[in-house]
């Protein structure tokens, strides 16, 4: 395996366990009677300011963007990013966590058939294995064999559905924009237009001036470093060097971590089926590494460098002529 291939899959593996492990934290706020609808805004909002500040003191040209691009970082944030967070947050306010995660991680399903039909990305028999490894293994994982889905609220439902399909979304949608943009500025503006989106539904002032504890601020910050900030730009990276099909799979660590988080953390028992679960996440993984990339459309970050060196010839080929 590459080593381009080895970093992509070091940082999506990463960012899952960010996102598992801040499944608690996110819990825990809900149950304080926050609404799904303030706590994307707060994790959106502080998310987007928190990188503006450092990419304006460390890196300003990566707050640069072409005016034409404008419209495609408002889709992509309000629909994908900003529509995912709230849907899901949403599902696990009407059904918990379980049955939200069990729904919400169909995303790969959607994803490799997006892919398959119209990006023209070859299927091969470990891509379908490891998804099947993948989806059974979040299932399990999730306590998805106690769920009876007839009995769960069908609007929470609906919710994470909807969230199962933003996530493919944006993932997707990631994957167009890293093509021209690093990681960080997809993000930044990806979080910018949600936070913008959110400030005209829910007065921004309220959401600051509102009397929370100690202890819930600083729920609020983790949210934004650990479960926002850090995860997505590491995701984004992995989009970057692997396909969005592969990223999508390798994520699906994110609730074997939510699981041993709630283990630790919370003192929950973890029953053998669900460690079975992740074992089969585990496999996944592993049968993703060992499949050889097939021939298909190039990761995002090959486009963006092949791109830049055209410019750079063009920019030579230029300055020649005109010496001329």
Same mark, same amino acid.
């Given at each position: 395996?590459?080593?381009?291939?080895?970093?992509?899959?070091?940082?999506?593996?990463?960012?899952?366990?960010?996102?598992?492990?801040?499944?608690?934290?996110?819990?825990?706020?809900?149950?304080?009677?926050?609404?799904?609808?303030?706590?994307?805004?707060?994790?959106?909002?502080?998310?987007? @300011?928190?990188?503006?500040?450092?990419?304006?003191?460390?890196?300003?040209?990566?707050?640069?963007?072409?005016?034409?691009?404008?419209?495609?970082?408002?889709?992509?944030?309000?629909?994908?990013?900003?529509?995912?967070?709230?849907?899901?947050?949403?599902?696990?306010?009407?059904?918990?966590?379980?049955?939200?995660?069990?729904?919400?991680?169909?995303?790969?399903?959607?994803?490799?058939?997006?892919?398959? @039909?119209?990006?023209?990305?070859?299927?091969?028999?470990?891509?379908?294995?490891?998804?099947?490894?993948?989806? @059974?293994?979040?299932?399990?994982?999730?306590?998805?064999?106690?769920?009876?889905?007839?009995?769960?609220?069908?609007?929470?439902?609906?919710?994470?559905?909807?969230?199962?399909?933003?996530?493919?979304?944006?993932?997707?949608?990631?994957?167009?924009?890293?093509?021209?943009?690093?990681?960080?500025?997809?993000?930044?503006?990806?979080?910018?237009?949600?936070?913008?989106?959110?400030?005209?539904?829910?007065?921004?002032?309220?959401?600051?001036?509102?009397?929370?504890?100690? !202890?819930?601020?600083?729920?609020?910050?983790?949210?934004?470093?650990?479960?926002?900030?850090?995860?997505?730009?590491?995701?984004?990276?992995?989009?970057?060097?692997?396909?969005?099909?592969?990223?999508?799979?390798?994520?699906?660590?994110?609730?074997?971590?939510?699981?041993?988080?709630?283990?630790?953390?919370?003192?929950?028992?973890?029953?053998?089926?669900?460690?079975?679960?992740?074992?089969?996440?585990?496999?996944?993984?592993?049968?993703?590494?060992?499949? !050889?990339?097939?021939?298909?459309?190039?990761?995002?970050?090959?486009?963006?460098? !092949?791109?830049?060196?055209?410019?750079?010839?063009?920019?030579?080929?230029?300055?020649?002529?005109?010496?001329?």
């Amino acid at each position: 395996m590459k080593r381009v291939e080895i970093e992509a899959y070091t940082y999506v593996l990463v960012g899952a366990t960010f996102w598992g492990f801040s499944g608690v934290v996110a819990k825990y706020l809900l149950n304080t009677g926050i609404s799904p609808l303030r706590l994307v805004q707060i994790r959106m909002t502080f998310s987007a @300011l928190i990188l503006f500040f450092i990419l304006l003191l460390f890196d300003h040209r990566r707050l640069t963007i072409s005016a034409s691009d404008i419209p495609y970082f408002l889709i992509f944030g309000i629909i994908g990013m900003a529509g995912n967070q709230f849907s899901y947050y949403f599902a696990v306010s009407k059904i918990h966590v379980g049955p939200a995660v069990v729904i919400q991680y169909l995303c790969p399903v959607w994803v490799t058939l997006y892919a398959y @039909l119209f990006q023209k990305e070859p299927l091969t028999k470990k891509t379908v294995g490891a998804l099947f490894l993948a989806v @059974l293994g979040c299932y399990l994982v999730a306590g998805g064999y106690r769920i009876d889905l007839l009995k769960l609220n069908g609007v929470g439902v609906m919710g994470g559905i909807v969230a199962s399909l933003s996530a493919a979304f944006y993932a997707l949608y990631a994957e167009r924009g890293l093509k021209r943009y690093d990681a960080w500025t997809v993000l930044f503006y990806g979080l910018g237009a949600g936070a913008l989106f959110y400030g005209f539904l829910n007065s921004p002032v309220q959401m600051v001036t509102e009397d929370y504890p100690l !202890k819930t601020w600083l729920a609020f910050l983790y949210i934004a470093l650990f479960a926002t900030l850090l995860p997505f730009a590491l995701y984004f990276k992995g989009i970057e060097r692997i396909r969005v099909t592969r990223a999508s799979i390798t994520a699906g660590w994110e609730p074997v971590m939510a699981g041993l988080s709630a283990y630790i953390i919370l003192g929950e028992f973890l029953e053998p089926l669900q460690i079975l679960g992740g074992l089969g996440v585990i496999a996944a993984v592993a049968l993703l590494q060992m499949a !050889k990339e097939t021939a298909g459309p190039s990761s995002a970050i090959q486009i963006r460098q !092949k791109d830049r060196g055209q410019d750079v010839v063009g920019q030579r080929n230029l300055v020649k002529t005109e010496y001329r």
